[in-house]
């Protein structure tokens, strides 16, 4: 099975049960919420849109059926935890000044500032009532580690904010931003389901530590198409991470190793006011040459080996093995 298929088999899954949770809430919550994830137009009628890429939701599937257990039991974690990273991408869109997400405007941008941070909030608060409406011990354990994965995501987020402040940031400070921002949630959408099913606590954290890999690849590829990557299949403007001036993998790669064109890039991030088209096609020539994309890409195939690594001592069944393994190099090899 192709990794588009696996997350439209996870999404078939997990998506009605998400849609009834955010059909719970209040009219004034769900609606951007429900706008947010690609099912209603900001008027409120129906969208084609639909919701995001389905990664977490898919892993956290295989994660059950990777130890046994039905794709079914993971749907209250897969659920939690997609509902986890999109209160994030409200809130991020908002830090970001972020107008645009999915190829139309970002919730901020359609509703105003306050009604995005609340109705993200409500996305936050459900993950954690759709994981305790049974507080089974499974689910208990669950809600456990999902907290963790949340704390760790939200310090990987102040990390990347206090970056701003920063002239110059180290690639090891870059990934450990990261590792967190975006690997330790991933972690926890590759072991819940396993968790739900009663899994070994040496699985669980077999899975988790793929996830947490797996995340830092994820994340150096978003960087790379944050600069590089085609606005229509992204659905953000081109060179959108230097517009904001993030010291993203690729940029610390160049402001921290001495590379040639380091105080070039320095002289255009320090520059007053907004960034014109050209300083951007500036920066990333200058980013290029020096081999910020490359050792970003490299990152990128170096963390993806050690994921797939981390799955080689778990006896899964032969068909969820290729499916994980599957999805894995179809979420690195990506390009939106």
Same mark, same amino acid.
């Given at each position: 099975m192709s990794g588009p298929e696996i997350l439209k088999?996870?999404?078939?899954?997990?998506?009605?049960?998400?849609? *009834?949770?955010?059909? *719970?809430?209040c009219s004034e919550l769900g609606l951007p919420a429900r706008y947010h994830l690609g099912w209603a137009e900001a008027d409120g009628s129906p969208s084609a849109v639909g919701a995001g890429k389905g990664l977490r939701p898919a892993l956290a599937v295989l994660s059950a059926e990777a130890v046994g257990a039905p794709g079914e039991v993971a749907v209250p974690g897969a659920v939690a935890v997609e509902l986890v990273h999109n209160f994030s991408l409200i809130h991020d869109d908002i830090i970001d000044g972020d107008v645009e997400r999915r190829h139309r405007a970002t919730v901020w941008a359609a509703f105003g500032t306050d009604d995005a941070i609340i109705s993200g909030d409500a996305l936050h608060n459900l993950a954690f009532q759709v994981l305790l409406a049974d507080p089974t011990s499974e689910r208990v354990a669950a809600t456990v580690r999902l907290a963790r994965a949340t704390s760790a995501m939200l310090a990987g987020q102040a990390a990347d904010m206090a970056f701003d402040d920063l002239p110059v940031v180290g690639f090891d400070d870059c990934l450990s931003m990261e590792a967190d921002k975006t690997g330790a949630l991933l972690g926890c959408a590759a072991s819940i389901g396993a968790v739900l099913a009663g899994a070994t606590e040496t699985t669980v954290e077999a899975l988790d530590s793929f996830g947490q890999e797996l995340g830092v690849a994820f994340q150096a590829v978003d960087d790379v198409l944050g600069i590089w990557g085609n606005p229509e299949v992204t659905g953000k403007a081109a060179g959108n991470d230097l517009r904001e001036r993030k010291k993203s993998m690729p940029v610390a790669v160049v402001l921290s190793g001495g590379a040639t064109g380091a105080a070039d890039l320095a002289d255009i991030y320090n520059k007053p006011g907004d960034l014109t088209d050209d300083d951007v096609a500036?920066?990333?020539?200058?980013?290029?040459?020096? *081999?910020?994309?490359?050792?970003?890409?490299?990152?990128?195939?170096?963390? @993806?080996?050690?994921?797939?690594?981390? @799955?080689?001592?778990?006896a899964m069944p032969?068909?969820?093995?290729a499916e994980i393994r599957g999805l894995a190099c179809f979420a690195v090899e990506r390009s939106f």
């Open positions: 088999r996870a999404r078939l899954l997990v998506e009605p049960v998400m849609e *009834g949770a955010v059909d *719970g809430l500036r920066a990333t020539a200058i980013i290029e040459a020096a *081999g910020g994309r490359e050792r970003t890409e490299a990152e990128a195939a170096s963390r @993806l080996e050690s994921a797939l690594d981390s @799955l080689d001592a778990l032969s068909e969820v093995d």
